[in-house]
T-cell receptor
Framework: KAGVTQTPRYLIKTRGQQVTLSCSPI?????VSWYQQTPGQGLQFLFE???????NKGNFPGRFSGRQFSNSRSEMNVSTLELGDSALYLC?????????????FGPGTRLTVL | GENVEQHPSTLSVQEGDSAVIKCTYS??????FPWYKQELGKRPQLIID?????GEKKDQRIAVTLNKTAKHFSLHITETQPEDSAVYFC????????????FGGGTRVLVKP
C-alpha cells in the first residue's frame, strides 16, 4: 500500500497571504488528522476529519480550517498568515492494525512565512 | 484537556547501553499510548504502542511499560545502536470519538559509538 502523501512539500509565503495544504491518506483509511510541529511548541493537534466531518478540533484560531473529500483526501487552509505559522504541518492517516487504531504520518509540508 | 510531559529532553548513551524515556499523562481516560521515532528531516514513525489493558509490551530491543495508577508510561531501548539516534515522542489518546493524539515534548537520543 502506498503511504500517506502530502503536497506541496515546501512552501514560502508572506504575511497576510493564505495557503492550502493537501493530504492523501493510505488507501482505505477514512480518518485524517493534522498536526503542527514547531521547535518551540512541539507537535500540536489541529483537527481530525472522518468521513468528511470534523470529528475533533485542537486549540488553534479560526484562521486554521480544513475539509475532507469523499475520497478521504483532506486539505487544510490557513488564512491571513502570521510569522508564527511557520512550521512543519503533518497529516496522519488512521487505520486499524491488529485491533489498534494506529496513526501513520505523511512526510509533512514545511511552511515558511516571511 | 490532556497534558503529556516527557523526560528527559535529551539523552546521550554509549552504544550497547540501555535508554529509558518516561512520560506522564493527566487524563485518566487516556487508553492508547504510542511512541514515535523521528529522524532528522523525516516523518514520525510509530515504533511501538500500548493500550491501557496491557501493562507491558515488547518488540525486539524496544519495550513499553504502563502504570495506569501513577499515570505514566516508559520506553525502554536495550542494546542501543547508532541508528537509534533520533527524537522520540510519546503520546496519549482517549480514543473517544476519534483519535486525537497529545504529544510529549520529545527526547533527543544520541547513541555514541
Amino acid at each position: 500500500k502506498a503511504g500517506v502523501t502530502q503536497t506541496p512539500r515546501y512552501l514560502i509565503k508572506t504575511r497576510g497571504q493564505q495557503v492550502t495544504l493537501s493530504c492523501s491518506p493510505i488507501s482505505g483509511h477514512r480518518s485524517v488528522s493534522w498536526y503542527q510541529q514547531t521547535p518551540g511548541q512541539g507537535l500540536q493537534f489541529l483537527f481530525e476529519y472522518f468521513s468528511e466531518t470534523q470529528r475533533n478540533k485542537g486549540n488553534f484560531p479560526g484562521r486554521f480550517s480544513g475539509r475532507q473529500f469523499s475520497n478521504s483526501r483532506s486539505e487544510m487552509n490557513v488564512s491571513t498568515l502570521e510569522l508564527g505559522d511557520s512550521a512543519l504541518y503533518l497529516c496522519a492517516s488512521m487505520g486499524t492494525s491488529h485491533g489498534t487504531d494506529t496513526q501513520y504520518f505523511g512526510p509533512g509540508t514545511r511552511l515558511t512565512v516571511l | 484537556g490532556e497534558n503529556v510531559e516527557q523526560h528527559p529532553s535529551t539523552l546521550s548513551v554509549q552504544e550497547g547501553d540501555s535508554a529509558v524515556i518516561k512520560c506522564t499523562y493527566s487524563d485518566s481516560a487516556s487508553n492508547y499510548f504510542p511512541w514515535y521515532k523521528q529522524e532528522l528531516g523525516k516523518r514520525p514513525q510509530l515504533i511501538i504502542d500500548i493500550r491501557s489493558n496491557v501493562g507491558e509490551k515488547k518488540d525486539q530491543r524496544i519495550a513499553v511499560t504502563l502504570n495506569k495508577t501513577a499515570k505514566h508510561f516508559s520506553l525502554h531501548i536495550t542494546e542501543t545502536q547508532p541508528e537509534d539516534s533520533a527524537v522520540y515522542f510519546c503520546a496519549a489518546s482517549t480514543g473517544a470519538a476519534g483519535n486525537k493524539l497529545t504529544f510529549g515534548g520529545g527526547t533527543r537520543v544520541l547513541v555514541k559509538p
